[in-house]
């Protein structure tokens, strides 16, 4: 069979559910159970492309609905399938939640978001019939190995409800617990770079944490990401302290026009997933010389060619490029490492929740890290497969959950009823 004429048979979605830790943020706190969505695409040589992407319910019926738009297509039609996928989506289509820090729910993005599973798919299974990682379809890998950050999180010991046994990180909520919860993931993962989820607790009492990291961590490059619950009189007071700190200083304040002004008052580089998430706002920061350090996702940007395009726009408008993250496996985790392994200018360790998470969907077991790094793949497509009794036991348990999208304020809630939710909160 030549390679034009394989088909794409049948294209299959999964919801699935993984225990996620209590980990805290500005809206709220992370429900017990975390949703994605994993994606099969069968052809007609009798392989099988694989991908993961949001679960919410959403992005579950964008997904349903662009579902039999690849099939018949050869795994090599990329730009087919993306034409077919923007003819069907409309923007802003299929109602749900709007959750500012689950990209999973934003629906405006719908379309790229289900071009880019069904793309790293499809890439999957090009990859398999020409005999060559993904990597080297994006042009080569220019690293053997993509360096992460250690992703630390204010959290609570356990679960509101106990759903399940405690996790074994414990609590996190003073610069102490910060900085021992921060030597156990460097120790485990070998860590270089060290990012704090912050936008939890007073301004004060999350530069304490950075401080305390600083003390412990002399040598490592230390982040910050409010999440735009700080005000910009806020953000602009706690500058010149933070200056002294940290690698950059990532969506401290909402809007692009309030990153714009803030930038006029901080020698930090600011970071981005909030303010640049479309071209439209990759343009009007261009104009207001805001951010400097875009933090990309091949999830809602498009897929992995989309994010090697942007990588070339920032470096044509000057700008530095690291990878935001959502809890995800290790399907997620490896096309984030082929994306990574080929963008010369992505220069910043990338974001990861995967230590946050224990259960996996791939044959064997989780992804290993060496000295904060994951080995870039050299066998043919994504380098992983999909382990079918794992994908039902978390099939199951997303049917079980009773959680249809990602809503850390109502979980919140259960802790503390009177919880605002209000943002900029600080
Ligand atoms: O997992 O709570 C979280 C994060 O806050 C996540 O929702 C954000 O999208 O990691 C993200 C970020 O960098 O903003
Ligand atoms: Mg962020």
Not at 10 to 25: M, Y
Not at 83 to 91: D, F, G, L
Not at 269 to 298: C, G, Q, W, Y
Request: glycine letters at 8%; one cysteine or more; proline letters at 7%.
């Amino acid at each position: 069979m030549r390679n034009n004429d394989i088909r794409i048979t049948h294209a299959r979605v999964t919801p699935i559910a993984f225990r996620d830790a209590p980990l805290l943020n500005a809206s709220g706190i992370h429900e017990p159970w975390a949703l994605r969505s994993i994606i099969e695409l069968e052809t007609s040589d009798g392989r099988l492309g694989i991908a993961e992407t949001y679960g919410d319910a959403p992005m579950l019926v964008a997904l349903e609905q662009a579902r039999p738009l690849v099939t018949g297509l050869s795994p090599f039609d990329l730009n087919a399938m993306e034409q077919r996928v923007r003819a069907s989506i409309k923007p802003g289509q299929g109602g749900g939640v709007q959750f500012e820090l689950a990209p999973g729910s934003h629906t405006a993005k719908n379309a790229e978001k289900v071009i880019s599973a069904l793309e790293v798919a499809m890439l999957d299974l090009q990859g398999q019939v020409l005999g060559l990682p993904i990597c080297d379809l994006l042009g080569g890998a220019v690293r053997d190995a993509v360096p992460y950050s250690a992703y630390l999180f204010y959290k609570y010991a356990e679960h509101a409800e106990k759903p399940y046994a405690p996790d074994a990180w414990g609590e996190a909520v003073t610069p102490e617990q910060l900085v021992k919860q921060a030597q156990a993931m460097v120790s485990q993962y070998g860590f270089k770079s060290i990012k704090l989820k912050g936008g939890v607790f007073t301004p004060a009492e999350e530069i304490a944490g950075i401080k305390a990291l600083r003390k412990a961590f002399p040598d490592h490059p230390l982040r910050l990401d409010p999440n735009a619950n700080w005000s910009l009189q806020t953000s602009i007071d706690a500058a010149p302290e933070l200056d002294e700190l940290l690698e950059y200083y990532e969506d401290p304040t909402p809007g692009l026009e309030g990153m714009a002004q803030l930038a006029a008052h901080c020698r930090s580089p600011l970071a981005t997933n909030m303010v640049v998430t479309t071209m439209d706002e990759f343009r009007r920061n261009a104009s207001l010389k805001a951010v400097k350090i875009l933090l990309s996702d091949h999830h809602y940007w498009g897929g992995l060619r989309a994010t090697a395009s942007l990588a070339r726009m920032c470096e044509v408008f000057g700008m530095g490029m690291s990878m935001h993250s959502n809890s995800h496996l290790g399907i997620s985790l490896m096309a984030m490492t082929h994306a990574a392994a080929a963008i010369p200018n992505l220069t910043y360790a990338c974001d990861t929740h995967y230590p946050w998470q224990e259960e996996e969907v791939i044959k064997g077991g989780r992804i290993q890290f060496d000295q904060g790094t994951v080995k870039v793949p050299t066998v043919p497509g994504l380098g992983v497969t999909l382990d079918p009794a794992r994908l039902a036991v978390l099939h199951q348990q997303y049917l079980d959950c009773g959680i249809r999208n990602r809503n850390d304020l109502a979980q919140m809630r259960k802790y503390q009823p009177d919880f605002s939710g209000v943002s900029p909160r600080f």
